[in-house]
């Protein structure tokens, strides 16, 4: 009875949240189907003011932070495309990371002292700060996974454009008539790209830097080079040049394209081995279970 009981529960327990998880995947879909008006105006003033806020010198020699580990979160956050004070990053972090430790040590007390107890139950202040310790202590490889991601997009997207580059070669458009007529194959470094195309004829040159330094990759770095070569001559060698770069964005895109396979087929393999695991339970265990208690008995 105790065993019919223990299934039932169990089975109410998968049934209702697998209903949760239909329910919830409904509304993710019709809430994506409502129109949105577009914003027009974007709040730049609170951009302007996490890009200008500056902890102070104190603080952060306090918390421990060194120029070298202020800069390596810098390249990270603006290979992320995150325009934010590394140090202020740096030193929330490791503000977090105590606020963490302070948060679970005082659940734990709480259930020792239950005077301690404040509005919220200990065990959800103590799960809580245990989701979110993870993620704080070990950010540099999430800021790397969304850095290759990121990475990746602007590889294709840059690979697109110079594909009609090379398409306009034989054209008598200037380069910035070419690479507005490529503005409309971009998506994610659509933004960037304009800004590139209207700071163009105030000064090409620090248009083309600053278009480089906003997207804070590689490739960016090795596609503004191009872009420079040409605008200073637009010579049949440079264009060259571009199917090299061509070149070399299809071979990193081939790259993270294997990678991805080759996780995909891991997950495969796994997801593979659990009905035979589960077949080996259901079959075979009880088998196994029962000479063991045969041979405990003759002994």
């Not at 495309?81 to 490791?94: H, K, M, N, Q």
């Not at 404040?118 to 245990?130: D, S």
């Not at 989701?131 to 990121?150: E, I, T």
């Not at 960016?220 to 070149?247: C, D, M, P, V, W």
């Amino acid at each position: 009875m105790v065993m019919e009981s223990t299934q039932l529960l169990v089975l109410q327990i998968g049934s209702n949240l697998l209903l949760f998880i239909l329910i919830m995947t409904a509304l993710y879909h019709m809430l994506n189907q409502v129109p949105v008006r577009s914003k027009r105006w974007r709040s730049l003033h609170v951009k302007q003011v996490l890009r200008q806020a500056k902890l102070p010198a104190w603080l952060c020699k306090l918390l421990g932070m060194s120029n070298k580990s202020v800069e390596e979160k810098r390249q990270l956050l603006i290979g992320c495309g995150v325009w934010l004070d590394a140090a202020l990053y740096e030193g929330s972090r490791r503000l977090l990371i105590i606020v963490a430790l302070v948060a679970i040590i005082g659940s734990y007390l709480a259930f020792q002292h239950p005077w301690m107890t404040f509005h919220a139950h200990p065990i959800y202040v103590m799960v809580g700060a245990g989701c979110l310790l993870p993620f704080l202590l070990f950010d540099k490889k999430v800021l790397f996974q969304l850095k290759g991601q990121r990475s990746h997009r602007i590889v294709k997207e840059i690979y697109v454009i110079s594909h009609h580059l090379l398409y306009y070669n034989d054209s008598h458009m200037n380069l910035h008539a070419k690479l507005t007529l490529c503005a409309s194959q971009t998506r994610s470094i659509r933004s960037i790209f304009q800004v590139m195309l209207n700071e163009w004829y105030q000064d090409s040159e620090a248009a083309i830097y600053r278009f480089k330094m906003r997207l804070g990759t590689d490739e960016a770095h090795s596609f503004g080079e191009t872009l420079n070569a040409l605008r200073l001559n637009e010579h049949g060698s440079y264009y060259e040049l571009l199917k090299q770069r061509i070149q070399d964005y299809k071979e990193k895109m081939e790259l993270v394209r294997d990678s991805r396979k080759e996780t995909v087929s891991y997950l495969l393999f796994v997801l593979a081995g659990l009905p035979i695991l589960n077949t080996f339970r259901v079959f075979m265990y009880p088998w196994i279970a029962e000479g063991q208690r045969l041979f405990d008995s003759i002994n």
